[in-house]
């Protein structure tokens, strides 16, 4: 049956040559609903086959319309840059402190977190200035400046300083973080869907992310419902990788119910 569809979609190729510019509209309409589909997926819905599938994405690529993914491709709004980080607190700011209010619910008062560098994390940081007995591992600056004169006690992971995330990142912070076990860890993103996972904008600070998921008990994510559908450059997680995520309720129905399927709890506020 599979040699039959492939045979199709061959001979579907060869007579819809002419039809390039209608089908690269279409494909572009369907990625406007979706903000994210994969080559498989258009072969069934366009009738033709990966390989032309694949020249019409590098082709809209090329006019800035989408960015071509493994697998697959994003709509180019979609493929988020990252913001300064100030600007990134001045956003969804309600959301965020209900997020935080909810993720200290999980926290014991004498257990070992990890706060990464996200500012929906942040918030949750300024929640935990009570909480003496608590460890938190952290590679934020910014969790930094709210413990330095009170608070859990903290450990720093070291390693270069990425001044846009205001983090410590790359290799250098595997030597702390393989020493470590977190209870929980508390992670943002920049983007998160089903299909590409947790991603980020840098390679360096992907990797610290990694290492600390892989390091955790439990792996949390703390992410307003814009994150959701919307893809960066580097992946450092997958959904299944999640015990839990907390996000407001404008969190899209689909999203909520491919999160569950893949077994991650969903708390949301």
Same mark, same amino acid.
């Given at each position: ?86 600007? =990134?607190?001045? $956003?969804?700011?309600?959301?965020? !402190?209900? #997020?935080? &209010? *909810? ?105 610290? =992310?990694?290492? $600390?998921?892989?390091?955790?008990? !439990?792996? #949390?994510? &703390? *992410? ?46």
């Amino acid at each position: 049956m599979r040699i039959n569809k492939q045979k199709q979609s061959q001979v579907n190729d060869i007579n819809t040559k002419d039809l390039a510019e209608p089908r690269r509209s279409r494909v572009l309409k369907l990625l406007r609903a979706s903000r994210i589909l994969r080559v498989d997926e258009l072969v069934d819905e366009l009738g033709v086959s990966a390989a032309t599938v694949r020249r019409d994405l590098a082709v809209l690529e090329g006019f800035g319309e989408l960015r071509r993914i493994h697998g697959g491709a994003v709509i180019a709004d979609a493929y988020d840059e990252e913001p300064l980080f100030d600007a =990134k607190t001045a $956003v969804a700011v309600d959301e965020k !402190r209900r #997020i935080a &209010l *909810a993720a200290l619910k999980l926290i014991h008062p004498k257990g070992v977190i990890y706060l990464d560098g996200g500012s929906t994390v942040l918030e949750l940081a300024r929640q935990l200035v009570p909480f003496n007995k608590l460890t938190v591992v952290t590679n934020s600056l910014r969790v930094v400046e709210i413990f330095k004169s009170s608070g859990p006690r903290m450990i720093i992971t070291g390693g270069e300083c990425r001044l846009l995330s205001q983090t410590f990142v790359g290799p250098l912070t595997r030597g702390v973080l393989e020493q470590m076990h977190f209870d929980l860890a508390f992670m943002g993103t920049i983007g998160v869907s089903v299909e590409q996972g947790l991603t980020t904008t840098d390679p360096a600070e992907a990797f610290t =992310k990694e290492q $600390v998921m892989k390091s955790a008990t !439990r792996s #949390i994510l &703390l *992410a307003d419902s814009a994150k959701f559908s919307k893809t960066s450059f580097v992946r450092f997680g997958g959904v299944e990788q999640l015990a839990i995520t907390i996000s407001d309720k404008q969190m899209p129905a689909e999203v909520q119910s491919a999160f569950k399927r893949r077994g991650c709890e969903l708390i949301l506020v």
